[in-house]
């Protein structure tokens, strides 16, 4: 696909998957608009790549229809901003389970609404991705906020696919295991943990964060164009294991 002259805002560029997506994406032509809440991931992000920036916190729900708004239109979104918060089931509070959702589902919808109705009000087409995990589908002791909010994203993608079809516009979502961006080093930097899940993996290792980004640009592109309402295991062979 030739990326030149698309826009594709990508949220969670700062760092991790967001960040990897972004790179490829701009090496490839396209004009990245990278969002995260880090002003100073954001400008060294610049500094690699020409891309247009936008801080803001997801979880400040009230200032992101005003801030996405200002940088329509794109071609495609990449929702990808991702926070986690390691509790036991028992354990978790009303506030830091609201905060996962927060940021990891419902800012989600607030811009995938926000992007498609301008698609649908200029007749144009467009594709989204949400970047889920495989913890949607997984008990991961400690991740029960983490766990809810992607499976729930997974939901919300099968839905827009449904209603959105119609419009040209497809919505899919990508799954990877464990993948080495900083949140995932932090969740899985003890052996004990990491090791049996790795040895469970045909491929024998976790993701980098470029492997997510290729998956992403394909779901994106038009080679993909009948791929919607899917959510895309990334795992090595894991969920066939």
Known sequence: ??????????????????RATALVLAGRGATVVALSRSQADLDALNRE??????CVDLSDHASIADRITQALPVDFLVNCAGITHLERATE???EDFSRVLDVNTLAPLLLSQ???RDW?????????????????????????????????LDAITRVMATELGA????????????TLTP??????????????????????????????AEAILFLLSDEASMISGVSMPLDGG???A
């Not at 030739?2 to 967001?18: E, P, Q």
Request: hydrophobic letters at 45%.
């Open 92 to 94: 978790t509070s009303v």
């Open 114 to 116: 926000i992007v498609a």
């Open 183 to 212: 949140m995932g080093e932090l969740a899985w930097s003890d052996p004990a943990k990491a090791d049996p899940v790795k040895a469970r993996i045909p491929m024998g290792r976790f993701l980098d964060p470029v492997d997510v």
């Open 49 to 54: 790549v020409d891309c247009e920036t936008i």
């Open 167 to 178: 419009r040209g516009i497809r919505v899919n979502s990508v799954n990877p295991t464990v």
């Open 238 to 240: 894991l969920s066939a």
């Open 120 to 152: 649908m009000a200029r007749g144009c087409g467009g594709a989204i991705v949400n970047v889920s995990s495989d913890a949607a589908r997984r008990g991961i002791e400690d991740h029960v906020a983490y766990c809810a909010s992607k499976a729930a």
């Open 1 to 18: 696909m030739d990326w030149k002259n698309k826009r594709v805002l990508v949220t969670g560029a700062g760092k991790g998957i967001g």
